[in-house]
């Protein structure tokens, strides 16, 4: 419920249904955006760049803590 109005008033980042379907279907058939750990921005008619991962962000025991602790959260564990 926070979630649509922090996006439409602070980071000016919510776009209508309509918008977000373009946006998919801009994903799905636009070769340019298949590469895993590619991110686009569509604020100002921006293009995409590539985005690399951090070795924080890429750790593998890291990621295995965090999957532990969030199934914890949401009650799977």
Do not use: C, M
């Not at 980042?13 to 921005?41: C, D, I, M």
């Amino acid at each position: 419920l926070l979630f649509p109005p922090f996006q439409k008033y602070i980071t000016k980042g919510f776009v209508s249904e309509e918008e977000a379907g373009k946006r998919l279907a801009q994903v799905v058939s636009n070769p340019s955006l298949t590469k895993s750990g590619v991110y686009w921005s569509w604020h100002n008619n921006s293009p995409s760049f590539e985005n690399q991962l951090s070795e924080e962000a890429s750790d593998p025991e890291k990621a295995k803590k965090l999957w532990e602790i969030s199934e914890k959260l949401v009650g799977l564990a």
